[in-house]
């Protein structure tokens, strides 16, 4: 993008829209509202700034870190810079939504967005300072946003494809937004920082953080006696797998973990947790997050583990101080008998620990995250983790932020209830660099003629000895203009090879070339940047040839949005 000049940075995650740029960012924006705008949205622009009590009446104003930027006015009042707009749009049915007569709404903007992001990196891919599309629905119960949600669902599978790219929907984490559901829009990529989880048999799809897999069956063997052995500078898995000649999936793997929890009083605990998962597996941190109800998890030090009885390398639950421990075990640890464990002394393991017996937890959870061949959920068959780019995103909130507004609406017998929320955003920003990336080749990029910045490359090859190419040239741009094609038009003083290779780099979906020895043969040269395709108009049908082209390669494009059916899983 810096070397098409569609871009130019001004700080870490910080970027300026230069004219290219800025025309294909419309051109995605236009197909936002026009997908919006289907399914029954009303567009509106809410601010950037927002006064700090909004964000502290849903809690989000303690709960979120670094990433808000905050600010205080000329008056010492608490300002926030919108990381995104929940608060604000439940204030806004607060003050408009009275009766259940009003409902199902929605309401949409295209928006900047502010996040102190600790890592830009990727272009635009991750960015501080970006513009992104922000849909809000509101319903009178569950069953009113159940029915809406398909339909963007839907509708953001045909943003996508209108865009030129193909994604994958899989199910995610709430996290800071809340709800009880959540999809992601995945283009798979491997520069994607996400990891999918994926089943070709049936179609399963969720983020890793969130996956679920069938878990094998334990052995059916009988507890046997407690018993310790020298493991004299064994502390990792593996290295305890290969002394005692058994598979990594007979041992148990602890980890010490800090959380921060919040307290009824309104304070902030740290926590002290414990987890144990099968020495094969891993854990799964977003699981633990959302099962304890965190706000935010860090590894625990060599001394905070010793405090508690336990041995960095050697840990164990069996003999630690558990009334500083909330301990967890994965559910299939705690169905494994005689697994080998940690006995809280170096250069030492306990074999034949048995959950139940030897220690007990305070939750039984799935803690693990799901990995390459793993059975799949809903049909046993062997998953397949894939990388991802989240372009997109849709939450059922619920009535968490409705609740702490106070935005409710008057039932059919006058009954007071809280209004049921969704939220559902796209990037302009990233969903453009997402394209190039998934489209380009050596050579530049490849643009999509529904979001490219112009339709057609105009490439003149005139010189000073062949002034009709040029008038030639410029009528031909003038008559296309005229007939509503857009035309970017390169009358540089340059070779041709210097106009061809600019002309791969910008992308632009139809180059025509005019030059002295096309016109001596009555033709202008065509080429298809997506696959090279040439192609030769006769001089007097060319306006008509390219219009026609034109028209194919919008309606080749456009033809992908078709229905895709969604299952609530």
């Known amino acids: 993008m ?11 995650g910080i970027f300026d829209f230069l004219p290219m740029a800025l025309r294909t960012k419309h051109k995605i924006e236009d197909i936002f509202r026009e997908e919006m705008d289907a399914i029954g949205g009303q567009e509106v622009t809410l601010p950037v700034v927002h006064p700090a009590e909004l964000w502290q009446k849903t809690g989000r104003w303690y709960q979120i870190g670094s990433d808000m930027a905050r600010f205080k006015d000329r008056n010492d009042r608490d300002m926030v810079l919108a990381m995104t707009h929940e608060e604000i749009m439940a204030d806004l049915a607060k003050k408009y939504i009275k009766s259940y007569r009003q409902l199902p709404t929605m309401l949409y903007q295209i928006q900047t967005k502010f996040r102190d992001e600790p890592r830009p990196r990727a272009g635009l891919l991750r960015v501080r300072e970006f513009t992104m599309k922000d849909a809000y629905t509101f319903d009178r119960d569950e069953a009113g946003i159940d029915a809406y949600y398909p339909h963007f669902y839907q509708a953001y599978f045909n943003i996508f494809r209108r865009s030129g790219i193909d994604v994958v929907a899989v199910k995610s984490d709430t996290g800071m937004m809340g709800g009880r559901m959540a999809h992601e829009f995945m283009a798979l990529t491997d520069i994607g920082e996400d990891t999918l989880v994926l089943c070709d048999a049936c179609g399963y799809s969720a983020n890793r953080q969130v996956a679920t897999f069938r878990k094998p069956a334990p052995p059916a063997t009988a507890p046997a006696p407690l018993e310790e052995v020298a493991t004299p500078n064994v502390t990792t898995i593996e290295a305890l797998a290969s002394f005692l000649n058994i598979a990594e999936s007979e041992t148990a793997k602890a980890v010490f973990m800090v959380a921060d929890i919040d307290q009824p009083d309104g304070a902030v605990k740290e926590q002290f947790v414990f987890c144990v998962v099968r020495g094969d597996m891993e854990l799964n941190e977003t699981k633990l997050t959302n099962v304890i109800k965190a706000r935010r998890l860090r590894p625990a030090t060599t001394p905070e583990i010793q405090a508690v009885g336990a041995e960095p390398g050697y840990g164990s639950p069996i003999g630690i101080r558990r009334e500083q421990v909330l301990l967890l075990v994965d559910d299939l640890v705690a169905r494994t008998p005689n697994l080998v464990a940690g006995a809280n002394r170096a250069g030492y393991h306990a074999r034949n620990t048995n959950y139940g017996r030897d220690y007990t937890a305070d939750l039984v959870v799935d803690l693990v995250a799901a990995s390459d061949g793993h059975a799949c959920p809903q049909c046993g068959e062997a998953l397949y983790n894939a990388r991802g780019v989240e372009v997109g995103n849709i939450f059922k909130l619920g009535t968490k ?35 190039i990336e998934m489209l380009h080749d050596d050579a530049g990029i490849k643009w999509p003629i529904t979001v490219a910045p112009y339709q057609v490359l105009l490439v003149s090859l005139a010189t000073e000895k062949t002034p009709e190419v040029t008038a030639a040239a410029e009528q031909l741009y003038a008559t296309l203009l005229k007939a509503g094609v ?61 219009c026609a082209l034109v028209a194919a390669e919008i309606e080749r494009i456009n033809a992908t949005a078709a229905p895709v059916p969604f299952e609530d899983k």
Do not use: W
């Open 486 to 546: 857009e035309v970017l038009y390169d009358d540089r003083e340059e070779r041709a090879g210097v106009k061809f290779n600019d002309a791969d780099l910008l992308g632009i979906p139809i180059r025509l070339t005019v030059g002295a020895k096309g016109l001596k043969n009555g033709i202008v040269e065509g080429k298809l940047r997506r696959n090279g395709e040439m192609f030769e108009f006769a001089v007097d049908a060319v306006v008509e040839d390219v």
């Open 2 to 12: 810096l070397r098409a000049g569609l871009i130019h940075q001004i700080a870490a």
């Open 401 to 435: 932020y409705s609740k702490a507004m106070g935005a409710t609406y008057l039932d059919e017998k006058g009954d007071e209830k809280p209004i049921v929320m969704g939220s559902y955003g796209i990037g302009s920003g990233r969903l453009m660099a997402v394209i």
